[in-house]
């Protein structure tokens, strides 16, 4: 299973693939966790300290050198089968697994920033990054789970072009919905038709109407144990409200297909 997570900034995208990556490691499968986003936010909701994270890649000037010039030549398509488990750093697991469960393994690579403001041309580090990209996403048997950068950039390049889903997170604004109808068009035009959307923090009312918003939802309520948390720390996982959350999750996975 490979999906993807797309939405406006601050809605909840990086929760609700923390939470799906336990979800999943917890029913026995071994899950990549990929942090696409510029945030970097992924580790953090996932329980690692500040301490622990991992170097961005896009920041390793000498591994990208090495693999995107070697032999003295550019290198669009450069050999990356080592790298995801060389970079990669395991995350631990919220609570034990379902009886009976081998528990799977999560792993996190953190990618960068597919451009960085002032920083020059990135043309290198971007040839890397989707080459790893697109090597987990191809090749790799374990679930994959890809952050993506708040808004439509990632689509716009295509870079997901190759998962199984695209989970689309809003929250209950005008704002938040049309970034949602926006990913789900240029999804559609990548034909990446299998489609949800979760609406975050949702207290009722109705729900606007525009074009290319995935036909089926989930709901995710407001959470009081995120609520009083998320002030003094950035761990998203065992919470109060956890079981309620893999009801959810379950949901999202049955009505995918996957």
């Known amino acids: 299973m490979k999906l993807a997570f797309a939405g406006k900034g601050g809605v909840g995208k990086t929760s609700v693939t923390s939470w799906m990556a336990d979800w999943l490691a917890r029913n026995g499968h071994n899950v990549w966790m990929i942090d696409a986003d510029t945030a970097l936010s992924l580790g953090q909701a996932s329980g690692l300290d500040q301490e ?13 050198h090495e693999r995107i010039h070697e032999g003295g030549f550019l290198n669009l398509n450069p050999d990356v089968r080592d790298l995801p488990d060389d970079l990669a750093v395991e995350l631990p697991l919220s609570s034990a697994p379902l009886p009976g469960v081998t528990p799977g393994r999560k792993r996190l690579l953190v990618m960068g920033g597919l ?22 996403v191809i090749d790799s048997d374990d679930c994959v789970l890809v952050d993506l950068e708040a808004g439509v950039e990632h689509l716009g ?7 199984d889903g695209l989970v689309v997170v809003t929250e209950p604004s005008m704002r938040s919905f049309q970034t949602a109808s926006d990913v789900g068009r240029m999804a559609e035009q990548l034909g990446l038709d299998n489609q949800v959307m979760v609406i975050n923090r949702y207290m009722g009312g109705t729900l606007p109407e525009l074009p290319h918003l995935p036909e089926w939802h989930a709901i995710i309520p407001p959470l009081a144990g995120l609520i009083e948390r998320q002030m003094t720390d950035g761990n998203v996982l065992s919470l109060p409200e956890s079981g309620e959350i893999d009801l959810i999750l379950e949901q999202i996975v049955k009505k995918m297909g996957l």
């Open 157 to 163: 390049r295509g870079t997901v072009t190759h998962v």
């Open 115 to 136: 451009t960085n403001a002032g920083g020059g041309c990135a043309c290198d580090a971007n040839a890397l990054l989707k080459a790893i990209l697109a090597h987990i």
């Open 52 to 64: 622990s994270l991992p170097q961005p890649i896009i920041s390793k000037k000498d591994l990208v």
